[in-house]
């Protein structure tokens, strides 16, 4: 599985981005794709994941309602609608892929993609 990630950029806090990422390969065989983060000088820590299937989603606590994750399954893409962004929320993210359900652990992920850095200033 190839995953490619883009959508990154700088903005100011309170706006919106949408990070996409595109998935190639055996993605037939992957339950999921996730979104992680990591900011410099911290743990990469976990955004969001979706299943292929079903389109179930679980978010961590502090993007919940702000942050939505949705796939499209004839392109093989999934993408992170981040609204409201916070100086916090800034990280490179990347996506990576699962044949865990829901996952949310780093370790439940195969493959995983470059990075996207979003820099949210105050």
């Known amino acids: 599985v190839q995953l490619q990630a883009s959508g990154g950029g700088l903005v100011q806090a309170g706006d919106s981005l949408r990070l996409s990422c595109a998935a190639s390969?055996?993605?037939?065989?992957?339950?999921?794709l996730g979104w992680f983060r990591q900011a410099p000088g911290k743990e990469r820590e976990f955004v969001s994941t979706i299943s292929w299937r079903t389109g179930s989603t679980v978010y961590r606590d502090s993007v919940k309602g702000r942050f939505t994750m949705s796939r499209d399954i004839a392109k093989n893409t999934v993408y992170l609608q981040m609204n409201s962004l916070k100086p916090e929320d800034t990280a490179v993210y990347y996506c990576?892929?699962?044949?865990?359900?829901?996952?949310?652990?780093?370790?439940?992920?195969?493959?995983w993609g470059q990075g996207t850095l979003v820099t949210v200033s105050s």
């Open positions: 390969g055996r993605t037939f065989s992957t339950y999921g």
């Open positions: 990576a892929s699962t044949n865990v359900a829901l996952a949310r652990r780093a370790e439940n992920y195969a493959y």
